[in-house]
């Protein structure tokens, strides 16, 4: 069993920062992916940030320049530094984990952290 746990999120002034945290715990003998997204209230969940289990980061285009994704393997966490949000930014914040049990991969998701840009 895994689990992950999303924490940071909060209400935040257009322009501030604010660092989430996902830290994964359990049955895990490897990780080849932790990464997040978000959803805001009527729109799909979209990728913003993730880091292969080789250490390759990769952003999606709207948080390219504002939000850094950083780790520490040993922890199992993995972190999101957001830099200059806007109100676009406000969304439920997501973790996936995805782990290697050579066998097989599971994902497994947190259940979120609310993240809120005031204007």
């Known amino acids: 069993q895994v689990q992950v746990e999303e924490s940071g999120g909060g209400l935040v002034q257009a322009g501030g920062s604010l660092r989430l945290t996902c830290t994964a715990s359990g049955n895990i003998p490897g990780i080849t992916l932790m990464e997040w997204s978000r959803q805001a209230p009527g729109k799909q969940r979209e990728m913003v940030a993730g880091f292969t289990g080789g250490g390759n980061r990769y952003y999606s285009d709207s948080v390219k320049g504002r939000f850094t994704i950083s780790r520490d393997k040993a922890k199992k966490t993995a972190y999101l530094q957001m830099n200059e949000v806007n109100p676009d930014d406000s969304a439920v914040y997501y973790c996936?984990?995805?782990?290697?049990?050579?066998?097989?991969?599971?994902?497994?998701w947190g259940q979120g952290t609310q993240v809120t840009v005031s204007s």
């Open positions: 996936k984990v995805t782990v290697d049990y050579e066998v097989g991969y599971n994902d497994y």
